[in-house]
C-alpha cells in the first residue's frame, strides 16, 4: 500500500511539474514582448517570416544576424528539429539578445512582404534562396548576404551545429571580411 501511494504522489508532482512548465511556456510565448523587450522594441525575436524589411532593419540598427529554419508540413525530422532545438532556443536566455529567428514552411500558404515591398509566399522565397531540401537553417548577416547554413538532420550533434553557426554569424554581423564570413557570400541572399 504505501508503494502505491509513493507511486502516486510521484506521478502528481510529475503532472504538477509538467502543468507549471506548460503555464510558464504559454505565458513566455503568449507575451513576446514582455519577456523581451529590450532588444526587442519591433520585431519579435522568434517567428514567421513575415516582414523582411522590418526584420533588416532591426538587424541592421543592432548588428545581429538572421537564421530562417525552412520546414516541411511532411518533414517529420523537420518536427523533431523544431520541437528539440528551435522552439526551446525561444525560452533559452543564451540566444536572446544574439539573433532574430524566422521560420518558412516551404508547402505552406504563409507569405511575406519582400524587401521590394511585394508580397511573396514561403515556398517562393524558399526557392529564391536554393533551399530545395528540408531541413534547412540559413544564417543572413544584417547586408543581406548569407554567412552559413545547416541541411538535414543529425539530433545528437544539432545544438553544436546551432551553436557555431550561431557564433560565426554574430562575428559577421559586425564584420563580414574575414575569410571564413565569406564562405557561402556567391550563395543566394538577400539585398536589403
Known amino acids: 500500500m504505501a508503494g502505491c501511494l509513493m507511486t502516486r504522489v510521484r506521478a502528481s508532482r510529475n503532472v504538477a511539474s509538467m502543468v507549471r512548465g506548460l503555464i510558464l511556456a504559454t505565458l513566455f510565448v503568449g507575451a513576446p514582448g514582455a519577456a523581451m523587450a529590450a532588444p526587442y522594441d519591433e520585431v519579435?525575436?522568434?517567428?514567421?517570416?513575415?516582414?523582411?524589411?522590418?526584420?533588416?532593419?532591426?538587424?541592421?540598427?543592432?548588428?545581429?544576424?538572421?537564421?530562417?529554419?525552412?520546414?516541411?508540413?511532411?518533414?517529420?525530422?523537420?518536427?523533431?528539429?523544431?520541437?528539440?532545438?528551435?522552439?526551446?532556443?525561444?525560452?533559452?536566455?543564451?540566444?536572446?539578445?544574439?539573433?532574430?529567428?524566422?521560420?518558412?514552411?516551404?508547402d505552406g500558404e504563409r507569405s511575406v512582404i519582400g524587401l521590394d515591398g511585394e508580397t511573396v509566399g514561403h515556398p517562393q522565397i524558399a526557392r529564391q534562396l536554393g533551399v530545395i531540401g528540408v531541413p534547412f537553417v540559413l544564417f543572413?548577416?544584417?547586408?543581406?548576404?548569407?554567412?552559413?547554413?545547416?541541411?538535414?538532420?543529425?539530433?545528437?550533434?544539432?545544438?553544436?551545429?546551432?551553436?557555431?553557426?550561431?557564433?560565426?554569424?554574430?562575428?559577421?554581423?559586425?564584420?563580414?571580411s574575414p575569410a571564413e564570413c565569406r564562405e557561402e557570400i556567391d550563395e543566394p541572399g538577400f539585398n536589403p
Not at 55 to 78: L, R, T, V
Open 140 to 176: 543572413f548577416a544584417p547586408s543581406g548576404e548569407r554567412i552559413a547554413s545547416i541541411s538535414g538532420t543529425a539530433p545528437g550533434y544539432y545544438n553544436v551545429y546551432l551553436d557555431r553557426k550561431l557564433d560565426l554569424a554574430e562575428r559577421c554581423a559586425k564584420d563580414m
Open 44 to 106: 519579435r525575436f522568434v517567428d514567421h517570416l513575415n516582414d523582411l524589411p522590418a526584420d533588416f532593419a532591426w538587424m541592421q540598427e543592432h548588428q545581429k544576424p538572421m537564421m530562417i529554419f525552412f520546414n516541411a508540413s511532411y518533414c517529420g525530422y523537420c518536427r523533431m528539429i523544431d520541437e528539440e532545438f528551435i522552439i526551446p532556443m525561444r525560452l533559452k536566455p543564451k540566444y536572446q539578445g544574439r539573433l532574430l529567428i524566422r521560420r518558412v514552411q516551404t
